[in-house]
């Protein structure tokens, strides 16, 4: 089984605020994601990578930047942290895409004061 | 584009009851449809994966289907225990661009002792 981890698994920060949230995945998948959750909206993708060096955007990905450094390692990126960004976040990676099942991490609640 | 709703928010029910949440989707291709499941504090994880329309997918009790004609997709249970409580989400295989996953917004299942 996939083991998906994220650090922190909590976050506070202030408006303005610089944020990197990190995910590391041991299962060799080629693909990793970053989604948030929120009430009502189930979870969006912000953006997602095939590999390393490798980036896509996903379907919410304004104030988000994101680096896929190794297959194992993917960062997302808040420069200018705002309010609107508080959030649930999740890390899960899969083998493939379409069909594939995605293993998700524990998750890092952010919060942006 | 690709699109899932998932109307029902909250469900509560007793143990032994019967469980049935139902979604409605739209593809223009062959859809690729799932359920995950997401406990307490944790990320989602898969539940059953459903590819053709009209065969059951089916893992630890729960069942699911998906209808072309009334493009409904539905997961129930016959007898639901308290361990069943969690948030169920309805997702879809995106099949005309990204191969991404569609989340529905999600369903809360409670079941009282």
């Known amino acids: 089984e996939a083991a998906v981890t994220q650090s922190p698994r909590n976050k506070v920060t202030v408006t303005g605020g610089n944020v990197t949230l990190s995910c590391r995945q041991t299962?060799?998948?080629?693909?990793m994601y970053w989604y948030r959750q929120d009430t009502g909206h189930g979870l969006r993708l912000i953006h997602y990578?095939?590999?390393?060096?490798?980036?896509q955007i996903g379907d919410v990905p304004d104030g988000y930047k994101a680096t896929r450094t190794t297959q194992e390692d993917f960062f997302l990126l808040l420069e200018l942290a705002s309010p609107s960004q508080t959030s649930l976040y999740f890390c899960a990676s899969s083998v493939g895409t379409g069909n594939a099942e995605q293993f998700f991490g524990p998750g890092t609640r952010l919060t942006v004061l | 584009g690709d699109s899932v709703t998932q109307m029902q928010g909250q469900v509560t029910l007793s143990e032994d009851d019967f469980l049935f949440i139902n979604c409605t989707y739209s593809?223009?291709?062959?859809?690729?449809l799932f359920w995950y499941v997401q406990y307490p504090g944790e990320g989602p994880q898969l539940l059953l994966k459903?590819?053709?329309?009209?065969n059951k997918g089916i893992s630890r009790g729960f069942e699911a289907t998906y209808d072309k004609g009334t493009t409904s997709f539905h997961l129930q249970k016959a007898s639901v225990q308290e361990s069943d409580s969690a948030v169920y989400y309805c997702v879809l295989g995106e099949s005309s661009g990204s191969w991404q996953l569609i989340f529905g917004s999600g369903t809360q299942l409670t079941v009282m002792p």
């Open positions: 593809t223009t291709w062959y859809p690729t």
């Open positions: 459903v590819t053709t329309a009209n």
């Open positions: 299962n060799s998948h080629n693909y």
């Open positions: 990578s095939y590999g390393a060096g490798n980036l």
